[in-house]
Structure formats: C-alpha cells, structure tokens
C-alpha cells in the first residue's frame, strides 16, 4: 500500500510539474471540449446532438462546445496523457472508479472553488456526493449516479411464504431460508437448489469484490483505515468473511455466480435476491411474469441493526473540468446545462438514466415511473468502492481470490483475512 501510494506521488508530481510548465502555453481559445464515451454510441447518438446543439445555439463561438469520443476503455489513460500536452480540454464524463487516479495525477479542478460550497449538499443526494469526493475534496458533478441495489424477486418470495420486508440482515436470512426450505421449486428437489435464495457474486474481481465490500461495511468493516492502512485482518472483516461463509455453508449462494449469470436465474424466476445497477431492467424483464413491477422490487442492502444506514456500492458517471482548463466558468454552465430538468428528463426518457438533481428526481415523470421512484431511497447509501483506483483491478483480484479460497475450504477466515493484508500492502 505505502509502495502505491509513492508511485502516485512521483506521478502526481511530474504531471504537476509538466502542468506547471505548460500552462502558460494554454490560451483561451474558440469553444470547448467536452470529452466522453456514451456520444459515439449509437444508442446515445441522437441525446447527445441534441445536449449539445441545445446549449450552443444560444452561446457566443467562444463558448460552443465541440465533443471528443474515446472508448470508455482509453478515458482516463487519455485525460491523463493528454493533460500534459498543450491542447485545451474542458469538460469530461468519467466512470466514478476513474476517479482516484485522475484526482491523484492533478488533472481535475476542485469543482467546490467552481460551483461554490453548499451547491453539491442542495442538489444531490449524499451517496451521489460522495462517489465524486475524493479525500475531501469534491471532483466530480453526479450525472447519472445509481448506486447497484439489492433487487428481490417477490414472486419468488411470495412462493415461498415471505411476507415481511426485507430490513435487516436477519430478516434477509430468515427470508434466505424459507426460498431454500419452503420453495415448491426446491421442496420437490432433492438438491433443493432449483431456486437460489441469493445470487451473490463470487466469479471475478470486477463484481465479487465491490460488492462484498457492502457487506464489509454493512458489519462495521473496510478495507482501508484513514491512513491508507489495509485493515482487512479486523475483527469486523473477519466477522464479515465469517457470515458470507455460512451463506455457503447453508446453501443460500453458490460459487462461480457472475452478473450475468445472476440476471440470466432472476428472468426465469430461479433466484430470489441479487445486486445490480439500475440498468438491469432490460436485462431481467420477462413479460412471461407480467409487467416488472409484479415480480422485481428495487431496494436497499439490509443492514445489520434496524437504525443502521444502508450501504451500496457506488456506480455511475461523473462531469468533471479539467483542471488547466482556462474556461471552467463556462464549462460550469454547461455541466449546469446537462444536468438541468429539461435535457435530463429528455435522457431519461431515451435511455432510462435516473437524473442527478433532487428537484428533478421529484419531477412526475421520474417519480411516477416504478423502477425509477423504487431506486431513489437507494441513492443516499452510495459509496465509492475502496480499492477504487490504478490498483483497482489489483486489489479486487486478491480480495476475490481470498474469499474463495474461504468458501472452498482451503482457508480459514482468520487465515484468508491475513493473507489479503499481506498482499495489498506489498503491491
């Protein structure tokens, strides 16, 4: 961990010394850059135009904003990189994990000195605040911010004879048992595994891990103290390691369980809980059951004690100016532009992105479509995963492959909880 955070310092510093030392080559010049991935995707196409020409026909030609398109996958190699050049960049979309390295290589502007202090805290939820904070510092404007939730099958439930809500961890265990043991689908099966009670992801990095670190902190946990210090060896990491084994051990999650697995048994009814973002209701609809509503309810994570807050990993994406930009007023304008009513309710009608603002969360038209009304309670327990970062990838992978080998026996918790410290620290 302390090698980490050396490299990104030496980072930092030499793009802050080649920022330095370019900037006074950046002028001012005709119009603005908008950077962004979702533009040149023909779904988005037509949206996009549309942001843009609606904003530039009332603006000088100083002040038009002309958008780049790179593939979400060079993003922030390409803010990075190109920050260092002399060419002018202005405003960006990026993926909330983009984040932590952006913000440590110096590229973004702290958007607080742009916007002012209390904006963020009158706009937008707490969870959509702080996927684009950074040590304290706030980067990133929530665009289409939609922490993943917990979406149970009520149809399942039903079935099963659940008739309570789903709030605390007891709760969802209790709930977990009578899917497995009352089930018809699984009473009549020897195996009783033809519904699970919980797609819980446990494949690959990517998901598994964020979405363990809900749990994580859902008991009290992290993965990092303040100091940067791996703190997963913790009696609270352990304890949380402890109780995703015995969801194991009593046969309420299953291994090798990707996203893509996971909607694929929800759409046919064989799961009665599992994590996804907001996006997942193509994906799972199944006019077999009905319309959505009868069957999927989107809801928060249960939590360990019923005063708790519950928690969510975050996802989602950021506007952000760059830094060196020497237009960040007008670049404030039209960030402000995205994310006003008008041109976000037209996103959300095309593409179902939940808005960001609070007053246009309220808006009938959100508020009285059910899939985005059940996600909005969702959105205050939004949380920036941890390992987040040029590690991220890293850091996930080990976190994963720890927990499997609890899960299969080959470790204990205490062991696999060392083994995870060990490793992130010597990276």
């Known amino acids: 961990m302390k090698k980490t955070f050396v490299i990104l310092s030496i980072f930092a510093l030499a793009l802050s010394s080649i920022f330095a030392n370019g900037s006074k080559e950046v002028t001012s010049q005709e119009g603005m850059t908008w950077s962004n991935w979702s533009g040149s995707e023909e779904s988005s196409k037509e949206i996009f135009k549309l942001m843009i020409d609606s904003f530039n026909e009332s603006q000088p030609a100083s002040n038009k904003v002309t958008q780049i398109n790179w593939p979400w996958g060079d993003t922030e190699s390409q803010l990075a990189l190109r920050a260092q050049g002399n060419e002018q960049y202005d405003i960006a979309q990026i993926d909330i994990r983009m984040l932590p390295a952006l913000a440590e290589a110096g590229v973004l502007a702290d958007l607080s000195s742009v916007f002012g202090d209390k904006y963020f805290e009158e706009n937008f939820a707490p969870g959509s605040i702080s996927v684009g904070n950074y040590k304290g510092t706030q980067y990133g404007v929530p665009w289409t911010v939609a922490p993943m939730g917990m979406i149970t099958n009520t149809k399942v439930l039903k079935d099963s004879g659940v008739n309570f809500d789903i709030v605390t961890i007891a709760d969802f265990e209790k709930a977990m048992d009578m899917v497995k043991n009352n089930h018809p689908a699984n009473k009549d099966?020897?195996?009783?595994?033809?519904?699970?009670?919980?797609?819980?992801?446990?494949?690959?990095?990517?998901?598994?891990?964020?979405?363990?670190?809900?749990?994580?902190?859902?008991?009290?946990?992290?993965?990092?103290?303040?100091?940067?210090?791996?703190?997963?060896?913790?009696?609270?990491?352990?304890?949380?390691?402890?109780?995703?084994?015995?969801?194991?051990?009593?046969?309420?999650?299953?291994?090798?369980?990707?996203?893509?697995?996971?909607?694929?048994?929800?759409?046919?009814?064989?799961?009665?809980?599992?994590?996804?973002?907001?996006?997942?209701?193509?994906?799972?609809?199944?006019?077999?059951?009905?319309?959505?509503?009868?069957?999927?309810?989107?809801?928060?994570?249960?939590?360990?004690?019923?005063?708790?807050?519950?928690?969510?990993?975050?996802?989602?994406?950021?506007?952000?100016?760059?830094?060196?930009?020497?237009?960040?007023?007008?670049?404030?304008?039209?960030?402000?532009?995205?994310?006003?009513?008008?041109?976000?309710?037209?996103?959300?009608?095309?593409?179902?992105?939940?808005?960001?603002?609070k007053t246009v969360l309220n808006n009938k038209v959100v508020s009285n479509d059910y899939w985005s009304k059940a996600w909005t309670p969702i959105l205050d327990g939004g949380r920036l995963a941890e390992t987040a970062g040029p590690n991220y990838s890293a850091y996930n992978s080990i976190i994963v492959e720890d927990l499997q080998s609890v899960l299969s026996n080959t470790k204990t918790a205490e062991e696999a909880a060392k083994d995870m410290v060990s490793r992130i620290e010597n990276l």
């Open 189 to 357: 099966n020897d195996k009783g595994n033809d519904v699970l009670p919980f797609a819980a992801m446990t494949k690959d990095g990517g998901t598994c891990a964020p979405d363990f670190m809900v749990w994580l902190w859902t008991f009290g946990a992290s993965v990092f103290d303040e100091n940067g210090k791996c703190v997963l060896d913790s009696k609270e990491a352990i304890d949380t390691i402890n109780w995703f084994k015995s969801l194991s051990d009593k046969g309420y999650i299953q291994g090798a369980m990707g996203r893509g697995d996971a909607r694929t048994l929800f759409k046919e009814g064989r799961v009665a809980f599992y994590n996804d973002a907001l996006l997942a209701k193509g994906a799972i609809t199944n006019e077999a059951f009905g319309p959505i509503e009868s069957y999927a309810k989107p809801q928060v994570n249960p939590v360990l004690n019923s005063n708790d807050s519950p928690k969510a990993s975050g996802w989602g994406h950021l506007l952000v100016i760059i830094d060196r930009s020497p237009k960040k007023t007008d670049a404030k304008a039209f960030i402000e532009h995205l994310i006003s009513e008008d041109v976000a309710l037209k996103y959300f009608n095309q593409n179902g992105m939940l808005p960001s603002k």
